[in-house]
């Protein structure tokens, strides 16, 4: 099976922009969860989206939204780009609550 | 408040060397617990979950204790390769109404020749 797939895999933008980014799950699995990664915080829940339904979510503003399609693949949307949101943005798929797959990130630099 | 902290935040050992790492959490009830390698610039891997009832799983090298009363956890590693130069993330699956992760820092692991 393939894993979780993320793209784009790096990506510069500038203050103000607003930027997109796409996880696919490995196939089979209905949950999708987006977290922030920065050196000085760790790892960040963002958001979780269960069959198209946002599940469960973390303590970040209403600039970062995320949705989920019918194949379960999931968006994650962040708008009007501060400097602070320059981070890895992971993506993990689960078929269960026991196990969650991550995929390589997306390196999001706001200049 | 829930929390998950890991010690030592870095370290430092020569390659063929064992070492071990700390995770106590203050997560009440937890569901399991895992522990993830996450090589610089990558997603988290997962190495061992174990649940409440289990002390102890192994993963090749790698072997991770549970203590459920004490809320602690550790992970050894023997023999240590240049390849497990990582972070390693102990993470907390919190049961309540929406089994939230509870996620630790990490310890940044350097394995030197």
């Known amino acids: 099976k393939a894993g979780v797939t993320q793209t784009p895999r790096y990506l510069i933008k500038t203050r103000g922009q607003q930027v997109t980014l796409s996880c696919s799950p490995i196939?089979?699995?209905?949950?999708v969860s987006w977290y922030q990664q920065t050196p000085g915080q760790g790892l960040q829940f963002l958001f979780e989206?269960?069959?198209?339904?946002?599940?469960n979510k973390g303590n970040f503003p209403g600039r970062f939204s995320g949705r989920q399609f019918s194949n379960s693949r999931s968006e994650m949307n962040v708008s009007t780009l501060e400097l602070g949101d320059s981070a890895l943005y992971l993506c993990?798929?689960?078929?269960?609550?026991?196990?969650?797959?991550f995929g390589p990130g997306t390196r999001l630099t706001v200049l | 408040k829930n929390q998950v902290e890991q010690s030592p935040q870095s370290l430092i050992i020569l390659e063929g060397k064992n070492c071990t790492l700390q995770?106590?959490?203050?997560?009440?009830?937890?569901?399991?617990l895992r522990w993830y390698k996450q090589d610089t610039g990558r997603g988290p891997v997962s190495l061992t979950i174990?649940?409440?009832?289990?002390n102890t799983k192994s993963n090749g090298r790698y072997t991770a204790t549970l203590d459920a009363d004490t809320k602690q956890s550790s992970l050894h590693i023997t023999a240590s390769q240049l390849s497990d130069s990582a972070s390693y993330i102990c993470?907390?699956?919190?049961?309540?109404?929406?089994?939230?992760?509870?996620f630790g820092s990490g310890t940044r692991l350097l394995v030197r020749p």
């Open positions: 993470v907390v699956r919190w049961m309540d109404s929406s089994y939230k992760l509870i």
């Open positions: 993990a798929s689960s078929f269960s609550a026991n196990e969650q797959f």
């Open positions: 196939s089979g699995h209905r949950s």
């Open positions: 989206y269960f069959s198209e339904t946002q599940r």
């Open positions: 174990m649940t409440f009832s289990e």
């Open positions: 995770c106590n959490y203050t997560v009440s009830p937890f569901s399991n």
